[in-house]
């Protein structure tokens, strides 16, 4: 039997980070996010800015071009994406830990003991949350997620090829807008 | 306060109603899955077996119709979703309960207490479940959920103008082929 891991995916402003540490913290495993961006820096060279950018999120200036449908991923993001699968192979082999975004339940689709979430919620609930967090640094919340679920979704079926969100993709989704954050690591819990 | 209601929408072959059932027997509240057939069938005249054909799936004999975009939803079928939306709406004002299928997620949009659940499983799964529960009678049951999908699709596309098994419009989707039916009952009782 292999590692049980946990990927936890998310839409932005949903919560689904702290949902991923308070899931990880009651069932004391790692939970790799900044953690992960680290690892993928350390082993591809690139600085951590950069690989957090790039790492689930078409950015802005690659927009119009995979917009178009003529894009195939610039080779600099092809390159870390390779980087990134390894890194997320090689921690779900060490031991059972939960891995937040960065495709990683398309990266252990073959491993057989994968608990795959997707936490997801209302656009109004995530701009509102992004608000709180950013006050006048992010000056249209609703605008700024609707551009990263854009970006995420396009990303992620560029790399993937599969629907980013799509129902089959996930053992079990959740409404972090209407489930408290601590019920949503509740549920996860009693699911591993 | 408006009564709570557990809206379960799920894929041919899930279990979902199976789930829906030990759901509300640990709740104690009723559950209305052929009993709401039975029920719009008595409001709207029709004979049960035509409700339970056509109140969530578009049938053979229109679905060409449906799929060429120029069909939108036949008098009859249309005047069955008015009843059928009636018949939903006055058993929510009534008390708590648990609604299979039917649209009833998009019927009670606007009812400001519902928990809307979701339950899919693998095209392997639901077609070995249909092998089990039919023999030969379905003789090709891969073929029969795949068609199935596909009807009650259209079906809910064309009368809600959403799309059917959109992570977004459910509190929260559970794989039945992953998680046993005993399982989601308790995590949808614990999300209650």
Partial sequence: MSNRIITISRQPGSGGNII???AAKKLSIPCYDEE??????EESGFHSGFV??????ISGGWFSF????????SAL?????????KVIRDLAGKGPCVIVGRCADFI?????????????ASLEFRATRIRELNGDKVPDPEQFVRNKDKMR???YQLFTDRKWGAVDNYTVTLDSGTISFEKCADIIQSLY
């Fill in 20 to 22: 991923a540490r308070i």
């Fill in 36 to 41: 992960l961006i680290n690892r993928i820096a």
């Fill in 52 to 57: 957090d950018k790039h790492s689930e999120d």
């Fill in 66 to 73: 995979a917009a178009s449908g003529s894009f195939y991923g």
């Fill in 77 to 85: 993001q092809d390159s870390l994406f390779k980087v990134q699968t």
């Fill in 108 to 120: 252990l689709r073959d491993h057989e003991n994968v608990l795959t979430v997707f936490i997801h």
């Fill in 153 to 155: 979704k396009i990303y």
